[in-house]
């Protein structure tokens, strides 16, 4: 599976944005899907995750009534709307296809990153 994650930006405080991520390959719709981010000089955190089916949602503290992930097997795309941006929320942003968790050893695939910047 390879990933390609677009969307990203700048942004004002309180903006929203929405994260794209377009998967190749016919078993995408086989694979949970996963959204990290990182900070210059942070590692790599867990943001949203989406079931294979789309049934089952994870999402981080920080994140959660803002962001909801979403994804669309029909176009092998899962996709990250960001509500509420906060500067907090500032980083480049990965997804990945994997088995649903939180964790970066849960995903076997993952896309180039997007960057987002939250500043006025």
């Known amino acids: 599976v390879q990933l390609q994650a677009s969307g990203g930006g700048l942004v004002q405080p309180g903006g929203s944005l929405r994260l794209s991520c377009a998967a190749s390959?016919?078993?995408?719709?086989?694979?949970?899907m996963g959204w990290f981010r990182q900070a210059p000089g942070k590692e790599r955190n867990f943001v949203a995750a989406?079931?294979?089916?789309?049934?089952?949602?994870i999402y981080a503290d920080s994140v959660k009534g803002r962001f909801t992930i979403s994804r669309d097997n029909a176009k092998n795309t899962v996709y990250l709307q960001m509500n509420s941006l906060k500067p907090e929320d500032a980083a480049v942003y990965f997804c990945?296809?994997?088995?649903?968790?939180?964790?970066?050893?849960?995903?076997?695939?993952w896309g180039q990153g997007t960057e987002v910047t939250v500043s006025s």
């Open positions: 390959g016919r078993t995408f719709s086989s694979y949970g």
């Open positions: 990945a296809a994997g088995v649903l968790g939180v964790f970066v050893s849960s995903y076997d695939y």
């Open positions: 989406i079931s294979w089916t789309g049934g089952s949602t």
